[in-house]
């Protein structure tokens, strides 16, 4: 594997870290089965690319794509907590929905960034490689939404829906408005979501309709794969943990895709990620059979 592709790896699984990141939230944390980060996802980039291509900076275009990612889960957690729809159906139904506002915002099935600004473009110092700067980017980015998840998770705000997700009923006795902290939690996932989806577009030179295809399962691949690997229970571990499970995914990814010998190819990327969930939810199996033969 060539060392673009390595760079090329690294960039993507930072990205997909922020996912991971608001998939922490929302499946771990709330116990919020939410699909709505498949839309969600391309929601960011299209946002982002659109503004973007009507003449607004790369900084605020993705700062609405974060918020209009927050507005997306919201309405979710709304459908939930509000109207009593099941946590799974209400995202499947937002998921749904959308499809065709993405579609709305775009006014196409794609928007083209080839030749507008983007926030690498704009932060890319003379004499530095493209795809050496992006990943630097992103993984100063991404470091600093860690740390600020990490802050926000250890205050009172934080710890209540941590307890929220944990055990409602005992947080409802507690005085914590468990249906606020279920929306409030899955604004910051889906706005970390749309966040990946507005980088996501801007480095890879456009928005797509079918761009947050699978984007769910690919956060859970990087949670499960983290978890595997650095196994804890304190929360700055935990995102350390899911970040590091993103980027080792998307190594993964491009070794069995650019190894010769295995013989995958690019349409081989949804039997690879299928393969790499599957060995990651049978890690644990695997490690408690271990400690039981050793035990015995």
Same mark, same amino acid.
């Given at each position: ?47 982002? %690319? *659109?503004?973007?291509? /009507?003449? @607004?900076?790369?900084?605020? #275009? ?5 918020? =209009?990612?927050? +507005? $997306? ?80 998770? %250890? *205050?009172?705000?934080? /710890?209540? @829906?941590?307890?929220?997700? #944990? ?5 409802? =006795?507690?005085? +914590? $408005? ?80 650019? %190894?010769?010998?295995?013989? /995958? ?32």
């Amino acid at each position: 594997m060539s060392i673009y592709s390595l760079w090329g790896a690294l960039e993507i699984g930072l990205i997909f870290g922020l996912v991971a990141l608001g998939v922490l939230i929302s499946f771990r944390l709330l116990r919020f089965p939410d699909l709505t980060v498949d839309g969600s996802f391309p929601l960011g980039g299209a946002t982002a %690319a *659109t503004l973007i291509s /009507l003449g @607004m900076d790369p900084f605020t #275009s993705t700062l609405i794509a974060s918020l =209009a990612g927050a +507005v $997306a889960g919201m309405i979710t957690g709304w459908l939930n907590v509000k109207l009593k729809i099941m946590d799974l159906l209400a995202s499947i139904l937002m998921m749904i929905a959308l499809y065709s506002i993405n579609l709305r915002i775009m006014g196409r099935p794609n928007v083209p960034l080839i030749s507008e600004p983007t926030v690498f473009t704009m932060l890319q110092p003379e004499g530095v490689t493209d795809y050496i700067m992006r990943p630097l980017i992103l993984l100063v980015l991404v470091i600093v939404i860690k740390f600020v998840l990490d802050w926000y998770f %250890a *205050t009172q705000a934080g /710890l209540a @829906m941590r307890a929220t997700g #944990s055990n409602p009923r005992m947080a409802r =006795a507690q005085g +914590v $408005a468990t249906g606020n902290r279920v929306l409030v939690g899955m604004g910051i996932s889906n706005a970390l979501c749309a966040l990946a989806g507005a980088l996501f577009a801007q480095s890879q030179g456009g928005a797509d309709i079918s761009m947050g295809i699978g984007t769910i399962v690919i956060g859970l691949a990087a949670v499960i794969v983290g978890e595997s690997i650095m196994p804890s229970r304190k929360m700055v571990v935990i995102t350390l943990a899911v970040i590091v499970g993103a980027v080792l995914y998307r190594f993964f990814i491009a070794l069995a895709l650019n %190894a010769d010998f295995v013989g /995958l190819k690019a349409q081989d990327l949804n039997l690879v990620t299928a393969l790499l969930v599957t060995f990651a939810l049978v890690i644990p199996l695997l490690k408690q059979r271990l400690r039981g033969k050793k035990g015995g």
